[in-house]
């Protein structure tokens, strides 16, 4: 089982940059990826972006790509994403997820088996 602990969301006004953190436990060795989701009001849980932990690919959701980085430090079980440019529509409660099996599907919610509690994040215009 791994356990997963977000921090650093908050409040930024539009154009801003805020960066996430997840710390890894439990049993880190065992993770195939780490992803980000974020969920907003009234709305399904969407993928941000996913990172390979071993290898450290990467790969992003649509409205991610170019304004967020996600980055892992594999000897200090973390995961980070840095966001940049940030809009109003990027607030939502932001989630960090891990998987312990090997699978494609980097961008299913239902295919990570370990998440965080999440940790808010508002963009104010």
């Known amino acids: 089982q791994v356990q997963l602990v977000e921090s650093g969301g908050g409040s930024v006004r539009a154009g801003g940059s805020l960066r996430l953190s997840c710390q890894a436990s439990?049993?880190?060795?065992?993770?195939?990826?780490m992803g980000w989701f974020r969920q907003a009001p009234g709305k399904e849980r969407e993928f941000v972006a996913a990172?390979?932990?071993?290898?450290?690919?990467?790969d992003y959701g649509d409205r991610a790509e170019g304004r967020f980085t996600i980055s892992r430090d594999y000897a200090e079980n973390t995961m980070d994403l840095r966001m940049n440019s940030l809009k109003v529509e990027d607030t939502a409660v932001y989630y960090c997820?891990?998987?312990?099996?090997?699978?494609?599907?980097?961008?299913?919610?239902?295919?990570?088996?370990?998440w965080g509690q999440g940790t808010q994040v508002t963009v104010s215009s």
């Open positions: 990172i390979d932990w071993r290898f450290g690919n990467t």
């Open positions: 439990g049993r880190p060795f065992s993770i195939y990826n």
């Open positions: 997820a891990a998987r312990t099996y090997l699978s494609s599907e980097v961008g299913r919610p239902g295919s990570y088996d370990s």
